[in-house]
């Protein structure tokens, strides 16, 4: 029995300090790699609010996924603008100016509160929510906060998590363009194009890159197609590009060249299966050719 007690008190006392290693491992882990419980994790997700068109949109996975109406401020300073986080999620908050319960039909902040941290409130003053007047979306008509048709937040609320990303801003910019301004990175999309020259359009083998709202082209058929010859340095690997009477000496996937001698910066070149892409206003920079792009019909007419 002695015997039998040692072994299990040997392998209580084996099991606790696995368990104390392992606690300390996990912390390490937290302490050195960056490491965090998910439910405190930062989302990669961004919400963008243009108070100019009234709408709101979000983000994720590096691409627009959907466009709602909103309504905001009565006037343009009621609903703040700038970058802020979503610090509380809440269903069925009570409007408590009225004491109408959450939940009410009559609760004007309908039954999701997205609150957001805008200077010191804590989520409590400002937030994305729903409403009890439908027809009041698309106007400028709350006290500030960003109101949503009931279905619309109720589709969004499950998705966003705290810590997200709120742009309000006010302009004439695509929601693509905004959300590349304010540092979010777009994933890239391919579609066929043809260059227009001489009012003859010829479409492109390669198809075009958009990229964070730019477009990338392929750079040996375009050279080709514009006149131009293409050489490679066999020594530093440069490419060696003439397109009329300008000369780019360019080390691909850089961000600058030198046009005639003179250094250019320029927005680097990427490799897209394994055929070197060049942003398309660099054509500009490097070549002087003016040109005009039409995201609609796909095409770049010089």
Same mark, same amino acid.
């Given at each position: 029995?002695? &015997?039998?007690?040692?072994? =299990?008190?040997?392998?209580?006392? &084996?099991?606790?300090?696995? *368990?104390?290693?392992?606690?300390?491992?996990? &912390?390490? +882990?937290?302490?050195?790699?960056?490491?965090? #419980?998910?439910?405190?994790?930062?989302?990669?997700?961004?919400?963008?609010?243009?108070?100019? /068109?009234? /709408?709101? !949109?979000? %983000?994720?996975?590096?691409?627009?996924?959907?466009?709602?109406?909103?309504?905001?401020?009565?006037?343009?300073?009621?609903? #703040?603008?700038?970058? =802020?986080?979503?610090?509380?999620?809440?269903?069925?908050?009570?409007?408590?100016?009225?004491?109408?319960?959450?939940?009410? #039909?009559?609760?004007?902040?309908?039954?999701?509160?997205?609150?957001?941290?805008?200077?010191? +409130?804590?989520?409590?003053?400002?937030?994305?929510?729903? $409403?009890? $007047?439908?027809?009041?979306?698309?106007?400028?008509?709350?006290?500030?906060?960003?109101?949503?048709?009931?279905?619309?937040?109720?589709?969004?609320?499950?998705?966003?998590?705290?810590?997200?990303?709120?742009?309000?801003?006010?302009?004439?910019?695509?929601?693509?363009?905004?959300?590349?301004?304010?540092?979010?990175?777009?994933?890239?999309?391919?579609?066929? !194009?043809? %260059?227009?020259?001489?009012?003859?359009?010829?479409?492109?083998?390669?198809?075009?890159? @958009?990229?964070?709202?730019?477009?990338?082209?392929? @750079?040996?058929?375009?050279?080709?197609?514009?006149?131009?010859?293409?050489?490679?340095? #066999? !020594? /530093?690997?440069?490419?060696?590009?003439?397109? !009329?009477?300008?000369?780019?000496?360019?080390?691909?996937?850089?961000?600058?060249? +030198?046009?005639?001698? +003179?250094?250019?910066?320029?927005? *680097?070149?990427?490799?897209?299966?394994?055929?070197?892409?060049?942003?398309?206003?660099?054509?500009?920079?490097? =070549?002087?050719?003016?040109?005009?792009?039409?995201?609609?019909?796909?095409?770049? /007419?010089?």
């Amino acid at each position: 029995m002695n &015997l039998l007690g040692q072994f =299990f008190r040997t392998k209580g006392f &084996l099991a606790r300090s696995l *368990a104390v290693t392992f606690a300390f491992v996990f &912390l390490l +882990t937290v302490s050195f790699t960056g490491a965090i #419980p998910v439910s405190a994790a930062s989302s990669s997700d961004l919400i963008i609010v243009n108070k100019k /068109t009234n /709408t709101l !949109g979000y %983000f994720s996975g590096g691409k627009l996924v959907r466009s709602f109406p909103v309504a905001t401020g009565k006037n343009k300073s009621l609903t #703040p603008e700038g970058r =802020f986080k979503i610090v509380v999620k809440i269903k069925n908050r009570p409007y408590y100016k009225e004491k109408i319960p959450g939940g009410d #039909p009559a609760n004007p902040l309908g039954d999701r509160w997205l609150g957001l941290e805008v200077n010191g +409130t804590q989520g409590t003053t400002y937030a994305i929510h729903g $409403n009890n $007047n439908e027809s009041s979306i698309g106007k400028y008509v709350s006290a500030g906060c960003i109101r949503m048709h009931n279905d619309d937040i109720h589709w969004l609320y499950p998705k966003v998590a705290k810590n997200t990303t709120v742009v309000i801003t006010s302009s004439a910019l695509s929601m693509e363009s905004l959300a590349v301004n304010s540092g979010y990175s777009l994933g890239s999309t391919t579609i066929a !194009g043809s %260059f227009v020259i001489d009012g003859k359009a010829v479409k492109l083998k390669d198809e075009f890159v @958009l990229e964070n709202s730019r477009v990338f082209v392929p @750079l040996k058929e375009s050279v080709a197609l514009l006149g131009g010859t293409l050489q490679q340095d #066999p !020594g /530093t690997g440069s490419l060696i590009i003439t397109i !009329g009477n300008r000369t780019a000496v360019h080390k691909p996937l850089t961000n600058q060249a +030198t046009v005639n001698g +003179t250094t250019v910066a320029i927005t *680097a070149s990427k490799n897209v299966n394994n055929r070197l892409y060049l942003p398309l206003g660099s054509l500009t920079d490097l =070549f002087g050719l003016q040109f005009k792009w039409s995201k609609q019909k796909s095409t770049v /007419t010089f």
